[in-house]
C-alpha cells in the first residue's frame, strides 16, 4: 500500500471506531456508558493491532460459543478462561486494595460450596479421607490493628488425597470442606490433609488453549479460605507450600509470594496439638496468621 492508502485506511478505521462510540454515548446508565465504550476502544485497539483475517475472528467465536456450551450448572468454562488469561487475579488486585498489612486475596476458584458443613475448633475436615496426610492448621484473625477478630467465621475448604475436589465425584459426597469460628481471641484450628498439585479442567476449550500455548493445566497445591467478619472485607485467599515446584507456572495466577507458608513434617512420633491419635501415621502443620482489611 502506498502512503496515501495507507491513510486512507487509518482514517477509515478510526471512522468506524467514532461512530461506534457515537452510537453508545447516549446510553443513560454513567456507569454502563463508561463500561461499554471503554470495551470498545479497547476491542477496536486490539482488532487494529492483531489485524485478524475473517476466519480467525470467526474461529474466536466458535472458540467462545464452546466455552459457553461446556459451561453447566456445576461447571464455568467462562470463569476458568477468566482465570487461565489472569482476568480474575486482576479484577481481584482490584478491587482488594492494599490496607496495612492486611492478608492478600486470590481466586475463589469453582468449588466453593456454601452447603459446607460446620465443624468445631480443632475439627477434621477431611475425615474418611484415607488417602491424604493429615495436615494441622493453625492460626490467628486479627484486624489491621492488631486486635483479635473474634467469632470470625472461616470457611475452607481443598480438593481430596486423589486430587479431586467432591463435586468432581459422581456420587454427590461431600469431603474436604467445613467452616468454623475463631474463638474469642481470635484462635482458630482445624484439621485437613495436605494439599496436593493437580490440574484445572482441561478437557474442554480452556484445556485446547492451554496446550496450544504450551502452559500446564497444574494448580499449585494450595487450600482455600474465606474469611468474613462483620465490619471487616470478606477475604478470599489461599495458602501455597513453600518449596512446591509448580508455584511459577500455577495456571490461573494465583499465587502471592506472602501467601505460601512453610509446611512442616512431622515424624509419627511426635505428639500432635490435640493429642489426636493418628494410628502411627506422620502428619504435618502449617501456620495462617489472618489480617482482614475494614470494610470499605
Known amino acids: 500500500m502506498t502512503a496515501h492508502e495507507n491513510e486512507r485506511q487509518r482514517n477509515r478505521e ?3 471506531v467514532a ?3 457515537a452510537a453508545f454515548d447516549a446510553t443513560p446508565d454513567p456507569r454502563t456508558r463508561e463500561v461499554v465504550l471503554a470495551l ?3 476491542l477496536h485497539a486490539f482488532l487494529r493491532e492483531v489485524r485478524p483475517t475473517e476466519a480467525e475472528w470467526m474461529r474466536g467465536i466458535e472458540f467462545l460459543t464452546a466455552v459457553g456450551h461446556w459451561s453447566d450448572e456445576r461447571r464455568s468454562e467462562f470463569i476458568l478462561l477468566s482465570d487461565v488469561l489472569g482476568a480474575s487475579m486482576q479484577t481481584i488486585t482490584v478491587n482488594n486494595p492494599a490496607a496495612g498489612d492486611a492478608t ?3 481466586v475463589l476458584g469453582p468449588f466453593f460450596n456454601e452447603g459446607a458443613p460446620e465443624i468445631p475448633l480443632g ?3 477431611a475425615v474418611g ?3 491424604g496426610r493429615p495436615l494441622w492448621v493453625e492460626g490467628t484473625v486479627t484486624d489491621t490493628t492488631g486486635a483479635p477478630v473474634p467469632g470470625a467465621r472461616l470457611d475452607v475448604w481443598e480438593a481430596d488425597g486423589e486430587g479431586l475436589y467432591d463435586m468432581q465425584h459422581p456420587d454427590g459426597r461431600m469431603s474436604t470442606r467445613g467452616w468454623l469460628r475463631a474463638d474469642d481471641e481470635g484462635r482458630y484450628r482445624f484439621w485437613a490433609i495436605m494439599p496436593l498439585n493437580y490440574p484445572v479442567p482441561d478437557d474442554g476449550p480452556v ?3 492451554l496446550r496450544a500455548s504450551g502452559r500446564t493445566p497444574m494448580r499449585a497445591s494450595h487450600l482455600h479460605f474465606l474469611v468474613s467478619a462483620p465490619g471487616h472485607r470478606t477475604l478470599i485467599t489461599h495458602i501455597f507450600v513453600k518449596g512446591d515446584p509448580g508455584l511459577p507456572t500455577d495456571a490461573v495466577f494465583g499465587v502471592r509470594e506472602s501467601l505460601i507458608k512453610d509446611f512442616v513434617d512431622q515424624d509419627a512420633s511426635v505428639a500432635t496439638p490435640d493429642g489426636r491419635d493418628l494410628d502411627g501415621r506422620p502428619w504435618t502443620r502449617t501456620r495462617f496468621d489472618i489480617v482482614l482489611a475494614p470494610d470499605q
Do not use: K, Q
Request: no cysteine.
Open 40 to 42: 470498545v476502544r479497547h
Open 129 to 131: 479421607d484415607e488417602h
Open 14 to 16: 478510526e471512522e468506524l
Open 123 to 125: 475439627g477434621d475436615i
Open 104 to 106: 492478600e486475596a486470590t
Open 207 to 209: 484445556g485446547d488453549l
Open 19 to 21: 461512530t461506534v462510540l
